[in-house]
């Protein structure tokens, strides 16, 4: 396999992350530390993931995390958790049932095909998962420890995080962190349209409910699962400029 080299990026004193690997479809995996309790928000897409985000943790001096987070169920943000040491994970309900439903899945290429045909998975994966996971058998796959319904605060000492799930066109299950003290967001995919259709699609009713919510929130700074580090105005552009269904 390609060597990868990703490197932690600081954004506030409280706030780290590893940017996404766009050929790879890795997503941005953030950090949140607290006085008391260190936080990863999504877990990456596989055991490597993980390794250089713990890598590049040691080399910045940075504590590994104890908590993680899942903003959604898809592979990118979800097969790395099998692979924390000694972290419990919060996801949203949903997000759980689907991660529980992808345990009982067989890794064969005409399961995998057979899986995008009836919905269940995405075709924009197939290569990826093939490219990251040529031995299918090192695919390991784990619900979160502790579920919620819609929302939850997470307290880490002298930092909060606010997971809200929110509609969108990504995903039902998504869900997005709101670290009001830093005034930043972590938004996961939820920004992103549909990729199930033959063509992406964005659902109007669904992505000014996103946007009314995202207008509530006093941030500055915006994480995402496949961008760099944007600012408001940068993301309500972005959102305001894509057409809908």
Known sequence: ???????????????????????????????????????MLDSGASNRHVKIFYDELEKNNLPRPDLCVLTHWHW???????????????????????????????WSDEEMKKRIETGEDLAFSYPHINDEY?????????????EYENNLTIDLGGIRVHMEKVDNSHSDDCAIA????????????????????????FYKDKHKKLMSKLEEWDFDK????????MSREDLFNQLSSIKMV
């Open 1 to 39: 396999m390609e060597k990868i080299e990703l490197k932690i990026i600081k954004v506030t004193d409280r706030i780290y992350y590893l940017p996404h690997y766009e050929k790879n479809d890795w997503c941005t995996i953030g950090l949140v530390v607290g006085n008391k309790n260190v936080l």
């Open 76 to 106: 990118d943000h979800t097969y790395g958790l099998a692979h924390l040491d000694n972290v419990i994970s919060f996801a949203t309900r949903k997000t759980n049932v689907l991660l529980k439903s992808m345990q009982d899945w067989k």
């Open 134 to 146: 040529p031995d299918k058998s090192l695919i390991k796959i784990k619900t979160a420890d502790i």
């Open 178 to 201: 709101y670290i009001e003290e830093e005034k930043c967001v972590f938004l996961g995919d939820i920004h992103y349209a549909d990729l199930a259709p033959e063509q992406e699609v």
């Open 222 to 229: 915006v994480l995402s699962g496949h961008q760099m580090l």
